[in-house]
T-cell receptor
Framework: ETGVTQTPRHLVMGMTNKKSLKCEQHLGHNAMYWYKQSAKKPLELMFVYNFKEQTENNSVPSRFSPECPNSSHLFLHLHTLQPEDSALYLC??????????FGPGTRLTVL | SQQGEEDPQALSIQEGENATMNCSYKTSINNLQWYRQNSGRGLVHLILIRSNEREKHSGRLRVTLDTSKKSSSLLITASRAADTASYFCARIQGAQKLVFGQGTRLTINP
């Protein structure tokens, strides 16, 4: 266990659904990250939050909406997704960028 | 591509053998990191090597860095079945962005 938890672990949703992914860390880290991992593609950084402020948005479509209410929690709100958005979504946290701690991921399938 | 390139993409060896994975990159770095990912799970940080270091050890792991060739290698000695996983190198881009390579999928056969 890395100290970063993600829920749900698996999610199946239709293209018209709205769902949210949750990430939680109690490691005292100030930075939190969302990554997308698709089959046969490198891990892609989506968003970075530092002390609850978004510091990086890697040209992510607006159908993905992140929220960071405090330094321990990070959400990814999903709406009107496409089948190509099916992937493993990984959350990570860190004190410095030198070592990131990853959650187990949410396996998302969009029908 | 600005991302690292791992080589080989897949590696299959017998238990007890050594496994070597390579990573190349294109821009200058302050450090290079290696992560492991078990199938469908999150990544686990293995080791970080700084640009002024040439070699670093951690248990059965040995990482080398050649900044003149912009390459790094990860050696796992005396491999075990539990080492079966994907291995990624990663470097920092900008202030907080960690850029990962495509990864090497390592299979240890009993």
């Amino acid at each position: 266990e890395t100290g970063v938890t993600q829920t749900p672990r698996h999610l199946v949703m239709g293209m018209t659904n709205k769902k949210s992914l949750k990430c939680e860390q109690h490691l005292g880290h100030n930075a939190m990250y969302w990554y997308k991992q698709s089959a046969k593609k490198p891990l892609e950084l989506m968003f970075v939050y530092n002390f609850k402020e978004q510091t990086e948005n890697n040209s992510v479509p607006s159908r993905f909406s992140p929220e960071c209410p405090n330094s321990s929690h990070l959400f990814l709100h999903l709406h009107t997704l496409q089948p190509e958005d099916s992937a493993l979504y990984l959350c990570a946290s860190s004190r410095t960028v030198d070592e990131q701690f990853f959650g187990p991921g949410t396996r998302l399938t969009v029908l | 591509s600005q991302q690292g390139e791992e080589d080989p993409q897949a590696l299959s060896i017998q238990e007890g053998e050594n496994a070597t994975m390579n990573c190349s990159y294109k821009t200058s770095i302050n450090n290079l990191q290696w992560y492991r990912q078990n199938s469908g799970r999150g990544l686990v940080h293995l080791i970080l090597i700084r640009s002024n270091e040439r070699e670093k050890h951690s248990g059965r792991l040995r990482v080398t860095l050649d900044t003149s060739k912009k390459s790094s290698s990860l050696l796992i000695t005396a491999s075990r079945a539990a080492d079966t996983a994907s291995y990624f190198c990663a470097r920092i881009q900008g202030a907080q962005k960690l850029v990962f390579g495509q990864g090497t999928r390592l299979t240890i056969n009993p």
